[in-house]
């Protein structure tokens, strides 16, 4: 049959969506993959999870269910879509999921997370670097708890040619229900169509029942079973026929894997389930791709693997030889005298407060992405907050304390978060976005504060130090710690990113805390230098 009339809504030139005038044919709703998770659950309360242009809401009302849920947390989207989203039957809360989730006081039959992204190479890496806090096992912990005692979770995804995407996704659902004490044997069956897959995940196993709809479906439509409780190999592969079952071959040995770590280790791809602290669905880059990255260069214009992992790295080592000039060479060119030895003192500390800075910085905003929803909001609020407070600390900071008393306070500040800010933030999720900028201002105006002392403090004490604070030799120092700081931070930008990427938000932020802890041990040689100046001529202990 025709299909009815169609626009598109893209998202910054990308994810382009369907978007259904209100009275369109839908006939074909009953052909969608998610369309058995309805016939599972007829008549049920549906929870959809960014719905974007709204397509997979038409399709849920065809096929007559008792009323969906709407969350979308992009508002703009909700008013190019507005004939969808104003549909009876339909309510919309125009928020994040996991903000949702976190408040919902009711249980759902059905929560849907429909395929909204648009299809990217895994060996493109074009989403290695951005958060998703969609597909965390977190998040997914939150849709299971939040369905009913036989509840059903369906989620879409694209297939990669060596499965990656897809396994991913797959092992995300297996970890969160193991987590959640239940058995993914029983309670998981995965369906592949042409070029997407869809998980179903049950709250309790399916039954002979459902196995047989299931079944009966996918031999209507031509869906290729690919994982489920009873599956024998005949039932594999039958439709959009591989040269070898490789999905069903990779759930299987996965499930089955007496090590996930060795799993994981073997596989091609880093498909390990992301979480709150790395939630980079996108990226599954593994250093074992090294050599066949290489071999494939001037051969194809995709390299195979995390290529855009790769290219952070390129820029690393680009700003990292800059910075070396331009922070070594002035260095080097001066003759041995006391000024060299002033730059063996400035160097630990300026370099250290500028990486120590951004360490901290950068995790922030990106956990901060979960808490306000959106990515503007988090990079609005934690850089006004951490900038406009640094600031005043900057200024009033050294008449509060002194210099050496800060960092340490500092120090033990950021530990403290490191501990405490992933659980406040799960639990305060749910509370309304204006509470939660209120809360997110008041947990980051003392750590700006303290954060803007070190570099005018460090700065002050060396002056005073200076044997002559208006010689050309002093005054080209001042200026030399400024470069110092300023490169550091540079490249503790690009640092953070390969850091967070590998390890972690707060594997980065640690290091931050610590970098600030190296500040202080170099702060005592400023001290001691400052101690010992007499005459303008500056004494070595």
Known sequence: ???????????????????????????????????????????????????????????????????????ESNRLIIQAAQDVYQQPGVTVAAQSGRSYLACAQNEFDLIHMPLTDSYHPVASGAYAL??????????????????????????????????????????????????????????????????TGTLLIKKCAFDGAEMAAIRRFAGERAFDLVFGPGLTSDEINRYNILPEPVYHQAFTAFVSSESRDEFYRNYPFDVRPPTDQQPFFGHFFKWSQLDEILSTLGVTWQPFGGAGFLVVIVIFLLALLLSGVLILL????????????????????????????????????????????QPAYAFAAVLFCIL???????????????LSRALLILVGTLLLYWLALPSLIQ????????????????????????????????????????????????????????????????????????????????????????????????EKKLSGWETHTVDGVIGEI
């Open 1 to 71: 049959a025709p299909l009815p009339s169609i626009r598109g809504v893209f998202v910054d030139g990308d994810n382009l969506n369907a978007v259904l005038p209100a009275d369109a044919e839908l006939d074909f709703s009953a052909y969608l993959p998610a369309a058995i998770a309805f016939y599972l659950q007829p008549g049920g309360e549906v929870l959809i999870l960014e719905p974007k242009g709204g397509l997979d809401i038409l399709a849920a009302l065809e096929l007559e269910v008792e009323g969906v849920q709407a969350v």
């Open 130 to 195: 951005g958060e998703d806090y969609r597909y965390t096992v977190e998040a997914f912990s939150d849709m299971i708890a939040a369905l009913k005692p036989d509840g059903l979770l369906v989620v879409t995804r694209w297939l990669q040619e060596t499965p990656s995407e897809w396994l991913r996704t797959f092992t995300l659902s297996v970890t969160a229900l193991e987590e959640a004490g239940l058995k993914p044997e029983t309670q998981v069956v995965a369906l592949r169509g042409y070029n």
């Open 388 to 402: 406009l407070f640094s600031g005043i600390g900057s200024r009033y900071g050294s008449r509060v304390m002194s």
């Open 427 to 522: 639990h305060t999720l749910g509370f309304p976005l204006g509470a939660r900028l209120a809360i997110t201002i008041g947990l980051l105006s003392p750590v700006g504060f303290l954060m803007g002392i070190p570099f005018p403090g460090g700065l002050d004490r060396t002056r005073r130090g200076l044997g002559d604070k208006d010689s050309a030799a002093d005054q080209q120092l001042v200026s030399w710690m400024w470069a110092v700081n300023g490169a550091s931070s540079v490249l503790a930008s690009i640092l953070a990113s390969l850091l967070a990427l590998s390890f972690g938000f707060g594997v980065t932020f640690l290091l931050g805390a610590g970098c600030y802890l190296l500040a202080w041990v170099a």
């Open 330 to 373: 002035p260095a080097a060119l001066q003759k041995k005298s006391t000024l060299t030895l002033k730059h063996n003192k400035v160097l630990p500390y300026f370099g250290s407060i500028g990486l120590a800075f951004m360490f901290v910085e950068l995790p922030l905003i990106q956990r901060f992405i979960l808490y306000l929803d």
